[in-house]
């Protein structure tokens, strides 16, 4: 094995301690990853990052000072910066740096990249989600995204909370918010596969965190202000789209998705049981006596949970994930959203929520 692909199987190694790790597989298919994110030199330097947050005179500390310069370490974390490969946060002329989990994370920075590296990385990346990416995500059952209903389903009777309230996690943003192309949308189009439920390309969105700034930084996204954020999500309602914020109550992210595109939620739509995973505090019931039958909802839903019975709509619970799509657009207001018995809070925050996923790998692997 050269030196070069000695580093890259050091970094996966290191990559996979972080709450989402980086598995290796039978293929190698990981390391190609690696390769197209990574130079030799970055890669050693990652290796010396963590999962939170250093100053980057503390990372220096970790090398030889024979090997290199603190400035030519700056400019390869830089580089890797720019690639989407490692974070950064600045507080005035200070710089910090960490390491970027694959998913959420690394994955989804990538649609800077011109058409024709897009396409190998995608397919890359694909494989290695077949591989062993899945299974590392769904590992602890502590998913990252969560499923918030469309506001037009909501009616005061709910007594909605902030976290399920698509407004008010807008509204309660502090900082930046920035839209960018959906990484999944691109690459069918990139395939020649456009989606079929919406026209729709800057659904995804970046929200208060450090992430938020490196886009800005980097001409990833587009800032826009909350209003701007509120019509953009009022046009992807009307397209049916799902929302996925992070899974916290304060989320960094918000994804608007579809069930032909998105690969988290098409393999959601696969298992027997998508509510195991999916967390959401609601579910449809349509009232049987006022439902004529006409399938607007079966159409507008993206888990393939309503199906007609006896020419009556009917929902299957166990694939139903409350995102309310179906409830405004039907035509005899024959739908309703309700309220689970058992409510589900998300942790506070992101950092939260990936301190809860690392307790559980340890907990799973005593």
Aim: proline share 4%; hydrophobic share 35%.
């Amino acid at each position: 094995m050269s030196e070069n692909s000695d580093i890259y199987r050091e970094l996966q190694k290191h990559l996979d301690t972080l709450p989402i790790g980086y598995p290796a597989t039978e293929s190698g298919v990981e390391i190609n990853l690696l390769k197209q994110l990574f130079t030799p030199e970055e890669a050693k330097a990652a290796t010396k990052l963590n999962f939170s947050f250093e100053l980057l005179e503390d990372i220096y500390e970790r090398f030889d000072s024979k090997e290199m310069s603190i400035n030519e370490l700056e400019q390869i974390l830089n580089n890797a910066v720019s690639k989407g490969a490692v974070i950064i946060k600045k507080e005035g002329d200070k710089k910090y740096y960490a390491n970027a989990m694959f998913m959420i994370g690394m994955y989804d920075i990538q649609t800077h990249r011109g058409n024709e590296t897009l396409v190998d990385f995608l397919q890359t990346s694909s494989q290695y989600f077949k591989e062993a990416m899945d299974a590392e995500m769904f590992s602890t059952g502590i998913n990252q995204f969560r499923i918030v209903p469309i506001e037009t389903s909501i009616t005061p009777e709910h007594h909605i909370t902030s976290y399920d309230d698509i407004r008010q996690i807008i509204e309660n943003t502090e900082g930046p918010i920035v839209v960018n192309d959906c990484v999944c949308r691109n690459k069918k189009d990139l395939y020649g596969e456009p989606c079929s439920h919406t026209d729709l390309r800057e659904t995804c969105f970046v929200l208060r965190d450090v992430f938020a700034q490196m886009y800005i930084d980097n001409g990833w996204g587009r800032q826009i202000s909350k209003e701007e954020a509120l019509e953009i999500l009022k046009k992807t309602e009307e397209d049916g789209l799902v929302y996925q914020p992070g899974n916290a109550q304060r989320p960094g992210s918000l994804c608007c998705c579809c069930g032909c595109c998105c690969g988290y939620l098409a393999d959601m739509k696969a298992l027997p049981k998508p509510t195991d995973f999916l967390k959401s505090n609601y579910y449809a019931e349509i009232d049987s006596d006022s439902c004529t039958g006409c399938s607007t909802c079966i159409d507008r839903c993206q888990m393939d949970a309503l199906t007609l019975v006896n020419d009556i709509s009917t929902v299957n619970l166990d694939k139903c994930i409350g995102c309310g799509a179906c409830v405004p657009t039907c035509p005899v207001e024959a739908i309703i959203l309700r309220k689970k018995e058992k409510e589900t809070t998300p942790p506070a925050d992101w950092d939260a929520l990936y301190e809860n996923i690392l307790n559980k790998k340890q907990e799973l692997r005593s």
